[in-house]
């Protein structure tokens, strides 16, 4: 059964700080990765995606994949109160259209 | 900017009745999804939709669902006789292409109340 795994938290950061968000897969075929927030009651929102090993940035966002170890995280510089909300991790297989997505990490950005 | 829409956002029903949500997605997009949250769980894939076909379809996706696209524009979810368990929210989502270089982009969600 393939399966992403997330943290529950929720992860509590100060404003202004730096928030890691993490996030390990168990499908080797797995070649995308994609971070989604969800605020309470509200659907998926695109942060950003990943495909090569390394990191991608985009504004205050940097993902980072590790294929070898299984595992993708998601940065985020300098938290502000409305990114407090759950970040939602997902991979598509190779040529399929499934996303599979992990139960999401509540981010709570306090002033 | 394009969004996908959907409609209604929240469908209160009694169970065994049917319900249909609706959805229109991207304008240029050609695949097709529908996926399901139930309350405090994680967001779970349903079917995905191309070419007026089902391109694949999860093991939550049984008889009791089907997809069609009735017209140009409209992407339908029906479920025949609902389920106290069927209760959720029920999201659409659309994307260009296939593969995982193809962003899938969500509407607003249906909530879906079997009573």
């Known amino acids: 059964q393939k399966e992403v795994e997330q943290n529950s938290g929720p992860l509590s950061v100060p404003e202004g700080a730096i928030a890691s968000l993490n996030c390990t897969y168990s499908d080797r075929g797995s070649q995308s990765f994609f971070w989604y927030r969800q605020y309470s009651g509200k659907s998926p929102e695109l942060i950003m995606f990943?495909?090569?090993?390394g990191d991608k940035e985009d504004g205050r966002f940097t993902a980072q994949l590790n294929k070898a170890s299984q595992y993708v995280s998601l940065l985020i510089r300098d938290s502000q109160p409305s990114d407090s909300a759950t970040y939602l991790c997902?991979?598509?297989?190779?040529?399929?259209?499934?996303?599979?997505f992990g139960t999401g990490t509540q981010l709570k950005v306090e002033l | 900017e394009p969004e996908v829409t959907q409609t209604p956002s929240h469908q209160v029903t009694q169970m065994g009745q049917e319900v249909i949500l609706r959805c229109v997605p991207i304008?240029?997009?050609?695949?097709f999804y529908w996926y399901r949250q139930i309350l405090g769980q994680k967001v779970e894939f349903l079917v995905s939709?191309?070419?007026?076909?089902?391109?694949?379809k999860s093991e939550i996706f049984d008889d009791q669902f089907s997809v069609e696209r009735p017209d140009g524009s409209n992407f339908t979810l029906k479920i025949r006789s609902t389920k106290l368990e069927d209760s959720a929210m029920y999201f659409c989502?659309?994307?260009?292409?296939?593969?995982?270089?193809?962003?899938?982009?969500f509407g607003a969600g249906t909530r879906l109340s079997v009573l």
């Open positions: 990943i495909y090569s090993n």
């Open positions: 304008s240029n997009h050609l695949y």
């Open positions: 989502a659309s994307s260009v292409g296939q593969g995982g270089r193809n962003i899938q982009y």
């Open positions: 939709f191309y070419n007026n076909e089902i391109s694949e």
């Open positions: 997902a991979d598509v297989t190779g040529g399929g259209n499934k996303l599979t």
